[in-house]
């Protein structure tokens, strides 16, 4: 078993949405399975600050529609770009499903914990993705760091938005990854 756990952890990539096999449906078991993987993360005090939001269906079109109509709705004049608000109506089509990550706020304990907290319950996705052999993508670009973006997926203010995992079946595989030696990264103490 420790094994297999070394291989999924050194396998797992970044699978982006045009790598995806457009049109093929992840079983909704599956995302089931990630979510509920999600939820064993390490959490301080237990506060489980993840929250999540999936998307799937005509789900994705509505997500589409929100984020590409907030988008232009914020940037007006020079500041707009019809590249991008036809990124934000298309890209969400190429998944199977979409994961809005959220971080509900708790003030006993540093924001920082929560949002590690939440990091490591996106990390457990991952894994859990790999070992369906599945593409992920964690994506934090467009409408993430707008304000005006949080109610629709259910978050307070003080809460944050963290982006959007992304979930398809893999169509064209990422290329092996590398890391330097982990002995360039620690100091050893005794």
């Known amino acids: 078993m420790i094994t297999q756990i070394n291989e999924i952890i050194r396998h797992r990539r970044s ?3 045009e790598q995806f096999e457009v049109g093929k449906k992840v079983d909704d078991a599956i995302i089931w399975q990630m979510l509920e993987n999600a939820n064993w993360a390490p959490t301080h005090k237990k506060t489980e600050p993840w929250r999540f939001v999936v998307f799937t269906g005509e789900g994705l079109k509505k997500l589409a529609e929100f984020q590409a109509n907030l988008y232009k709705e914020k940037n007006q004049g020079e500041a707009f770009s019809e590249k991008t608000y036809q990124m934000l109506l298309t890209k969400p089509l190429k998944a199977s499903h979409i ?3 959220g971080m509900k ?14 990091a490591c319950a996106v990390q457990n996705m991952y894994l859990t993705a790999t070992a369906y052999k599945l ?3 964690w994506g934090s670009g467009g409408i993430t760091y707008y304000p005006e973006a949080k109610s629709f997926f259910g978050l307070g203010e003080n809460d944050k938005f963290l982006g959007f995992l992304y979930v398809g079946h893999i169509a064209k595989p990422s290329p092996d990854a590398s890391r330097k030696p982990i002995q360039e990264k ?5």
């Open 15 to 17: 699978t982006y949405p």
């Open 99 to 101: 994961i809005a990550i």
């Open 105 to 118: 706020r708790h003030e006993q304990v540093p924001e920082i914990e929560e949002i590690e907290a939440v």
């Open 135 to 137: 593409g992920v993508y």
């Open 186 to 190: 620690v100091t050893w103490i005794e």
